[in-house]
């Protein structure tokens, strides 16, 4: 495992032996990616449990928390909150990126948030067309994306499936957007 110091990132986003963990989070189920240099070895989802979705919260945080433990990352690349939603949205997203913020500094790790718009447009997800631009749409491509890079069976069953992986898919893109992105910047 790479070591890492407070706050470890390198100037220019050189990932090269870093542990990078990418996370698509909200407080019904986060997916996460773990890198080590641009290899992909780890991803999951974490449905967390509780009614009322500050419970959910503090559940994800103990679970992010044990995957942080684990896999000891120096940087933490996460999806920001987009202020086009409703604004019950806006409220639970930004209390989940608060939370990923505490823990990032609780564990001296750099944090790294992302639109979706931004790592999207750097993977070339958006087709150009008004029809490429609706959500379920990138979520859907994001699932077979993630598939034919990495070789993985994530799963789209449709629009309003719960079975759908793209939450999972979503955190492995958004990691790797950031990973080619340095690359090309070499």
């Not at 958006?126 to 959500?135: L, P």
Request: aromatic share 8%.
């Amino acid at each position: 495992m790479a070591e890492r110091g407070p706050y470890a990132a390198r100037a220019g986003g050189d990932y090269a032996g870093m542990v990078i963990i990418s996370i698509d989070a909200s407080t019904s189920c986060t997916g996460y990616a773990v890198y080590d240099g641009d290899k992909l070895t780890a991803h999951g989802k974490i449905k967390p449990h509780g009614d009322d979705w500050r419970d959910r919260i503090m559940d994800e945080t103990m679970a992010l928390a044990a995957l942080f433990r684990q896999y000891n990352p120096a940087v933490v690349i996460a999806e920001g909150v987009p202020l086009k939603d409703g604004k019950n949205t806006i409220v639970k997203l930004g209390a989940v990126h608060g939370m990923i913020l505490s823990l990032c500094a609780g564990f001296k790790i750099k944090p790294m948030f992302l639109l979706p718009s931004n790592w999207r447009h750097d993977l070339g997800l958006f087709d150009g067309t008004r029809a490429g631009m609706k959500r379920d749409v990138m979520k859907e491509k994001a699932v077979y994306m993630a598939n034919d890079i990495f070789g993985l069976d994530l799963q789209w069953i449709s629009p309003t499936s719960s079975k759908n992986d793209d939450d999972e898919a979503e955190a492995i893109l958004i990691g790797w957007s950031q990973i080619v992105k340095a690359k090309n910047h070499k």
